[in-house]
């Protein structure tokens, strides 16, 4: 870009800047609380036709009312408030994949002193977590964006046209970069166009990013959308698993933590995996044993018992065998409460279960 052109764009923009200030000092004083500058014209990768990215930031319902979208000059603008308690708020907490529109903003207007210091009290919210170390919380956030696009590569395998595969192909991609991004604990500083040159700056992503990232992108046929699509979310699937492992310490099982873990497990499944296959009801014990799955993950996540793999077991023809495993799993479970010199709460009559309970 030439330097006459360079010029002519910022001078427009300043044009353009000074104008919705003008505007807010005339009829929305109360009502708007900051005017900043994002996007592609704070960090210097703009081109001829890039649009002037504000955030305004709006104390009342009534802010809402400069909002206004027009073109000019071939360019498309878009004036937009953003209320603190929503958007502002998840960038300060990293929730929101915009962050750098909070950290690195550049303000222009603000109303009042303290409209200024809520805004850098945000900025500094955000500057603190993003200066963590990797860990739990950052894996965790991750977390959300790899289910956002599990949720989107079903679409790429329910979808029968082209075109919504292929959009469900990106929704992947959107919600894949969001997680790496995360489970770096950093965010994305330069929009759209660099999401692939970022995310390959990155510490810890998978092996062949690039490659697997463009093979979504060049993808031809829904077959080889959904291959790339499962392949980028395998990968960014696993990593994720190996730096959980890495990171975040587990739990481990304590004398309080299990109180009535084993007894909730009895009480939820083992009856009705044993009524199940009394009565020869595959689906019954079919749900059954995922119900006590799901409790046996969770319990390993929160409390560190010993992970199981009790579906591997299920054979809707042999329930029988289902049923000893299950039995068997039950008992793994139970030497957990002797490690730690915790006895199941089992009573034989109901006056030795009420002299129990009213007495605890």
């Keep these: 870009m030439n330097e006459m052109i360079m010029k002519q764009l910022l001078n427009k923009n300043e044009r353009l800047i000074n104008m919705v200030i003008e505007r807010v000092k005339r009829d929305y004083l109360d009502d708007i609380a900051i005017i900043g500058l994002t996007g592609s014209f704070n960090t210097g990768d703009f081109h001829e036709k890039s649009d002037l990215d504000l955030i305004i930031i709006n104390n009342t319902d009534k802010g809402w009312e400069i909002s206004d ?16 308690d929503t958007r502002i708020h998840e960038q300060s907490t990293l929730e929101s994949p915009n962050v750098s529109s909070l950290t690195e903003l550049k303000v222009l207007y603000y109303a009042k002193p303290e409209d200024l210091e809520k805004l850098n009290e945000f900025k500094r919210k955000a500057l603190d977590a993003l200066a963590n170390p990797i860990g739990e919380a950052c894996l965790h956030r991750a977390k959300k964006w790899i289910d956002l696009a599990k949720l989107a590569y079903s679409d790429t395998m329910l979808c029968e046209d082209i075109g919504s595969v292929r959009h469900a192909s990106a929704d992947v991609l959107y919600n894949l970069v969001n ?6 604990n950093t965010c994305i500083k330069r929009g759209i166009k660099r999401y692939l040159e970022e995310i390959c700056s990155l510490r810890y992503v998978p092996d062949d990013l690039e490659s697997l990232y463009m093979s979504v992108i060049e993808a031809n046929t829904i077959e080889e959308i959904r291959i790339a699509s499962f392949n980028m979310l395998k990968s960014v699937t696993k990593l994720h698993s190996t730096m959980c492992d890495s990171f975040i310490v587990r739990p481990a099982p304590t004398y309080d933590n299990l109180k009535g873990t084993y007894e909730e497990l009895w009480c939820n499944y083992r ?12 689906p019954y014990v079919f749900l059954s044993a995922f119900g006590a799955q799901g409790y046996l993950d969770e319990m390993a996540a929160k409390i560190g018992t010993k992970k199981f793999n009790l579906m591997q077991y299920f054979d809707a023809s042999d329930l029988i065998d289902m049923q000893e495993k299950f039995l068997e799993v039950m008992g793994e479970y139970e030497e957990e409460y002797g490690k730690v010199g915790r006895k199941i709460e089992r009573f034989t009559s109901f006056e030795q279960l009420y002299a129990h309970f009213m007495n605890c």
């Design 69 to 84: 979208c027009f073109i000019l000059d071939d360019v498309g603008y878009d004036i937009y408030c953003t209320p603190w």
């Design 179 to 184: 997680a790496l991004v995360s489970m770096n």
């Design 271 to 282: 009856n009705k995996m044993l009524n199940g296959v009394l009565t020869n009801d595959a």
